[in-house]
């Protein structure tokens, strides 16, 4: 992985930056990486591959939107060993990140991969026109050829960073049908919660100041329709919550005060989204860390985004909801016609999740 990214990244690299067009979302490049290398590749310790990369200019144009700078891309990639994560999702990925924490790798299968290549020119203009959009960021879309295999693999932004202690983590649909973390999940040393957990956990919701409430409600109305528009659905919401006055209390208990630690002394490389322009900071977490409180007045940062998009509607998805919809309230169930789908995630969201502070 690491040769094939250093590779298609540096060979880029040399050739001038000009605009996307429309053939560049679906162009493919190849190259073969024989174990004793060649006048291309170098040799290496591994059996003969051959590395695809999908529509090269195009990806280049994203990572240089959201301010990462080639040499950066290559050194978070391929200057150290990637960590496996051991929480994979119920999709059967495996998925690593960075040593730096900045990106995630993921795998993805045939389908998944001709799907975001379809969706790249929507992707696109959505990007141009929602500079605040919490759809997953790509930065890449690759795939390895060795022995008969296909490891297909996306580079995202990493929405939860491990330096910061998420204290709880929510995956948000908007159904509430079997939407709770199940025994083996709440065992976990950092489980992942549902909707029915929130509402349980939460009834009054995460509340934030009116400006910040009305950029959210925004964001998230226009990245529905554009999710919508391409028919996708079944994605979620996922959000890390930090608790800055639990982890006060935390470190006072180890006697570790750290005077005057508040929002400005989060990590400087996750700048507040909503109030930059797109093109100044790198930045990874969507919207940086949006300031929030909970019910008891406790202050909150909330890393989110929305995840697992790389679905259509598809007739898997027909049956499953036909299937669900016999044995139980058809309103209710998780995969639905992608307009339902977009208007009761967004009600959700707005209504139950994101609240305005009294």
Known sequence: IELGIGYTVGNLSSKPERDVLMQDFYVVESIFFPSEGS???PAHHYSDFRFKTYAPVAFRYFRELFGIRPDDYLYSLCSEPLIELTNPGASGSVFFVTSDDEFIIKTVMHKEAEFLQKLLPGY???LNQNVRTLLPKFYGLYCVQSGGKNIRLVVMNNLLPRAMKMHIKFDLKGSTYKRRASRKEREKSNPTFKDLDFIQDHPDGLLLDSDTYNAMSKTLQRDCLVLESFKIMDYSLLIGVHNLDQSQ?????EGLVMPGFGLGALDPRRPSRAREPPRTKRRTGSMGGVPAKNSKGERLVLYL????ILQSYRLIKKLEHS????VHDGDTVSVHRPSFYAERFLKFMCNQV?????
Not at 305 to 308: A, E, K, N, T
Request: proline content about 4%; overall charge positive.
């Open 354 to 358: 994101f609240r305005k502070t009294p």
């Open 124 to 126: 696109y203009m959505n």
């Open 323 to 326: 299937w669900k919809a016999l």
């Open 39 to 41: 006048n291309l590749t």
């Open 305 to 308: 985004g929305i995840i697992d």
């Open 249 to 253: 209390r935390e470190r006072d208990a």
